[in-house]
């Protein structure tokens, strides 16, 4: 059976603040994110552009029709990083950011305020060349290394990816983002090193049955890599906007897992959803969805879990308030996912 293989060229960025150096040393309290629990938030904040037209924005973001302005990018600016520092987690994990310029222009506005200390001194971004929309990470940790793995679609792909797929359909793989990994330590005692992915998996668009195949894909890349950094020693937590309802996953036998499928393995993921009472964090047609998700493993302990609907990221009746580009009102489809977890060596 082939092996999934994996393309390093889609397009990554590491910033560092040219005041790191202080804000590093400024410290608030001498107690460590690792001793009382790092706190990171995933969110898919629903397509975050910039107000500057490079050619792969959506239709919407376009054109002398757009109500898209630079005014209403700069008020989504401020509303996205007011509640960073309101939350104050030590991570933060989006989907759908434009590119290293809107990286940038967060990283600049978070900055601009010293009341938390110790600021976000750490990003990182990642997407495919010529792709719309990427993945990026705030941390107040300083990040070890960032990779990006993408599908090579060039090779064969083992006929179990396919099994959903009719015979004599075409198959054109679509656009996908990459999945980004990064490491990072946490400063506790055991110096342990933790492996964050982030996630953002190929939409139901096109039909769900239709494009399953290719979350297929991207789970097995997942799982893949998940098992290599295990075998290194090191913690997991993989986090982002799957697109994959936890019902649509495997189950596994142990309490409150699922199993991540590669196409000839499996490994075992925590999900704390499973104990979660709160219905789910994306709202369609009706229905509340669990497609948003956080998995651990290895030497990560997760303390608190919850899909966040305070700071008026709810509509009147408690769903996602979307964002709306006629109005420049709104937040995301999605609610952010919060999660406060410690990492020990194994």
């Known amino acids: 059976m ?83 520092k309101e939350v104050d987690a030590d991570i933060y994990c ?49 990040l070890d290394s960032i990779t990006l793995h993408q599908i090579d679609y060039r090779t064969a792909l083992p006929a179990s990816a396919f099994e959903s797929v009719g015979s004599g359909d075409k198959l054109e793989p679509p656009a996908m983002r990459p999945l980004l990994e990064i490491r990072l330590h946490t400063g506790d005692q055991s110096n342990a090193q933790l492996a964050l992915f982030v996630c953002h998996w190929k939409s139901k668009s096109g039909g769900e049955e239709e494009s399953a195949v290719w979350r297929s894909c991207q789970e097995a890349l997942l799982a893949r890599r998940i098992r290599k950094v295990l075998a290194q020693g090191a913690a997991v937590l993989a986090c982002g906007d799957f697109n994959r309802g936890l019902s649509e996953f495997m189950w596994s036998y142990q309490d409150g897992c699922v199993e991540l499928r590669d ?41 608190t879990f919850f899909a966040d609907t305070g700071n008026g990221i709810v509509t009147d009746d408690g769903i996602p308030y979307s964002y709306n580009i006629q109005t420049g009102k709104g937040w995301s489809d999605h609610l952010p996912l919060i999660c406060t977890f410690t990492v020990s060596a194994q």
């Open 94 to 142: 989006f989907m759908e950011i434009e590119n290293e310029a809107v990286v940038m222009d967060i990283s600049n506005q978070l900055q601009g305020s010293s009341s938390h200390g110790t600021e976000w001194n750490y990003a990182a971004f990642g997407k495919d060349p010529g792709g719309a929309i990427g993945c990026a990470v705030f941390s107040k940790l300083p």
């Open 2 to 84: 082939q092996k999934l293989l994996f393309r390093l060229n889609a397009r990554v960025l590491l910033l560092f603040p040219l005041f790191c150096a202080f804000l590093m040393t400024a410290g608030c309290s001498g107690v460590s994110a690792a001793d009382r629990g790092i706190k990171l938030v995933s969110w898919n904040v629903e397509t975050f552009f910039d107000a500057t037209t490079n050619g792969t924005e959506y239709a919407e973001f376009t054109g002398s029709r757009s109500k898209w302005n630079a005014d209403k990018y700069r008020n989504r600016l401020k509303q996205l990083t007011d509640y960073m």
């Open 263 to 303: 196409f000839s393995e499996s490994v075992t993921v925590y999900s704390p959803w499973f104990s979660s009472s709160q219905p789910g964090s994306y709202f369609y047609q009706g229905e509340w969805n669990k497609l948003d998700h956080i998995f651990t493993a290895g030497g990560t302990t997760l303390l």
